[in-house]
């Protein structure tokens, strides 16, 4: 098949950066002496609210993770997020990492829990032994 695509060699660089300049002219968009200063500010202020907007997931969302039902579901949100093209990839893999930073932060607490769990029970099975006769602190290791 042939290479229908227009030649490129046509289009220049950047003469401040190398980076492609703007067709019709020696400059990229950034560099472009006819963009004025304030074009320049009003068009990142839009591409930031723009940015904000594909963000599906509302913060008390992701403030109300709590246990592992609502990991699910911040998931799936994100999930679904990326398939319907509100959630950029690269979004996509900061919230996974933080939801498996919170998963981890999870499991330290349940590990916490079942330790002080069991600590409990071996206070209350050593004092029934002790008062049982069968079993002195000293057997204890
Ligand atoms: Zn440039």
Not at 114 to 128: C, F, H, I, N, Q
Request: proline residues 4%; charged residues 35%.
């Amino acid at each position: 098949m042939p290479n229908t695509r227009k030649p490129t060699s046509d289009r220049r660089r950047c003469k401040k950066c190398n980076r492609w300049a703007q067709f019709g002219s020696e400059y990229c968009w950034d560099h472009d002496p006819t963009v004025s200063d304030e074009e320049k500010h009003a068009a990142r202020v839009r591409g930031g609210k723009a940015s904000r907007k594909v963000h599906p997931l509302a913060l008390d969302e992701i403030e109300d993770i709590a246990d592992t039902t609502d990991l699910k579901r911040f998931t799936v949100s994100v999930i679904k997020g990326l398939v319907a093209g509100t959630v950029k990839p690269n979004q996509a893999r900061a919230l996974f990492t933080g939801g498996k930073v919170l998963k981890d932060v999870m499991e330290l607490q349940l590990y916490e829990q079942l330790a002080e769990r069991v600590s409990a029970l071996e206070g209350d099975t050593a004092k029934r032994l002790e008062s049982n006769g069968e079993w002195q602190i000293s057997d204890r290791s």
